[in-house]
């Protein structure tokens, strides 16, 4: 039975009078496959509810925070608990240390941090702190990658910036982005060669370790070890943005998986357990160049909110206190969800290819494979957004774009999956069929 849209129809419509294109962010207002978005107003485990009573079930997860689920217990417990001392004081309290010390113990590389308000701001800061510890100006980024909207960092960004075909961003100046390379993602002559041109004038590498944000593109064998090594070599710093994949790939992230020891590292999003917060972090030694310390200057108003603390306390215990059976348990059902849905497309003769790290995977509607921005761009878009209302109208709430990553959480049952690929058994056909068309 078709579904309704009425109310978040109208809830659009009112937002679209207040707030550019009725959202707080570009991704969320359904553009990338034809808009409509459905306004939220609950959710709990693995599902969330819209305005007009229809029920999903989650793949988005807040775009990664929500690596237990929505309104997990125990996370809204210490939430609550925390609001009733108070929403925030502009003064530290022991919370602060108490999530440092449980980041730090899950990232070795990691000895002191900082604590931030969102992903931006820690790759803002931390390429900041890259440059004020060479004295370098020059920066490489990679195409397909999105580290947040800071001005240097738009630069032929992934996630939302191409998902709305918006190469970089107006009112960047182009002075502010041309000491910033933008290098194909896995490709190590790219780097070399950017290396030999720039000659001691880089001062960072900065890279998502798994690319999320082109949808899921994970780092090639070797390929993040020859990073280490040539940054290693030309005494460059090399940061991994573990925003989406810290505490997601595994319970220290990318780093953890590759072992591969980064010079920074960015975070956010489960940190926060669903509120804001972004940290960056390293060495004792570079991370003393931070105000007050040295002469980096970096600050802000709610930077280790005591509520955002108390959510990201209770996300990385519980994690920490589980790890050996729910990383596993994440690994199971996202590799039986992924094979579920490719073979439903392979039944249907709709040609598509995944990509999946952990909980975080894609669907590529292309033959691919997808190893970096180019191979990515090649997907049927419009394929991509049929099968993603399909899937939508039979109660599947998948990421909005074919660029973007689509996430499990360990609320999420062997029955979410199986109702998950029978949906996509059935969405595969109105593809097809419209394809045909
Ligand atoms: P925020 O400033 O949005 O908290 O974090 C920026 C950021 C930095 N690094 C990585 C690897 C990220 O994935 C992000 C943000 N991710 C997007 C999802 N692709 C956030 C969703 C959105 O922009 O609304």
Avoid at 230 to 237: D, F, G, L, S, W
């Amino acid at each position: 039975m078709p579904r309704k849209f009425e109310q978040s129809r109208k809830l659009q419509k009112r937002a679209e009078r207040y707030i550019p294109g009725g959202v707080n962010s570009p991704v969320r207002s359904f553009r990338a496959v034809g808009g409509d978005p459905p306004f939220l107003v609950r959710g709990a485990g693995s599902r969330v509810w819209d305005a007009d009573g229809n029920e999903y079930i989650d793949y988005i997860g807040s775009w990664g925070p929500l690596v237990l689920g929505h309104a997990e217990p125990k996370v809204v417990e210490a939430v609550t608990a925390a609001a009733k001392n108070g929403m925030s004081f502009g003064a530290s309290t022991s919370m602060e240390a108490d999530l440092a010390e449980l980041v730090i113990s899950a990232f070795p590389a990691i000895e002191m941090l900082r604590f931030v308000s969102s992903g931006t701001e820690a790759t803002m800061s931390a390429i900041r702190l890259a440059r004020a510890s060479t004295k370098r100006k020059y920066i490489i980024k990679f195409e397909g990658c999105y580290h947040g909207h800071a001005d240097a960092l738009l630069v032929k960004a992934g996630s939302g910036v191409t998902t709305l075909g918006i190469p970089g961003s107006a009112g960047v100046p182009e002075e502010f982005a041309q000491f910033t390379l933008a290098l194909p993602f896995n490709n190590t002559d790219a780097v070399e060669h950017a290396f030999s041109k720039y000659k001691h004038q880089i001062a960072c590498v900065i890279v998502e370790p798994v690319v999320g944000n082109m949808g899921c593109v994970p780092g090639s064998g070797g390929y993040l070890a020859a990073l280490r090594l040539i940054t290693q070599r030309e005494k460059a710093v090399l940061i991994f943005d573990e925003v989406m994949t810290g505490f997601r790939v595994a319970f220290g992230g990318a780093q953890e998986l590759y072992g591969i020891r980064p010079d920074l590292t960015t975070l956010g999003k489960i940190i926060g357990g669903g509120l804001p917060v972004g940290a960056y972090g390293g060495s004792a030694e570079i991370m003393k160049l931070v105000a007050p310390l040295g002469p980096m200057y970096q600050a802000g108003t709610l930077s280790g909110n005591p509520l955002a603390m108390a959510a990201g306390i209770a996300t990385v215990t519980y994690l920490k206190e589980h790890k050996e059976k729910l990383y596993p348990q994440l690994e199971k059902l996202s590799a039986e969800l992924v094979s579920g849905i490719a073979a439903a497309a392979k039944n249907a003769h709709v040609t598509i290819c995944h990509n999946r790290t952990g909980s975080m995977f894609t669907w590529f509607f292309t033959p691919g494979p997808v190893t970096d921005w180019n191979s990515a761009a090649k997907s049927d878009t419009k394929a991509f957004g049929r099968f993603f209302h399909a899937m939508l109208d039979r109660g599947i709430y998948l990421p909005p774009s074919q660029f973007e990553a689509a996430f499990l959480s360990s609320a999420h049952t062997q029955k979410d999956v199986r109702e998950t690929v029978a949906a996509a058994r059935q969405s595969f056909t109105t593809v097809r069929s419209s394809h045909a068309r």
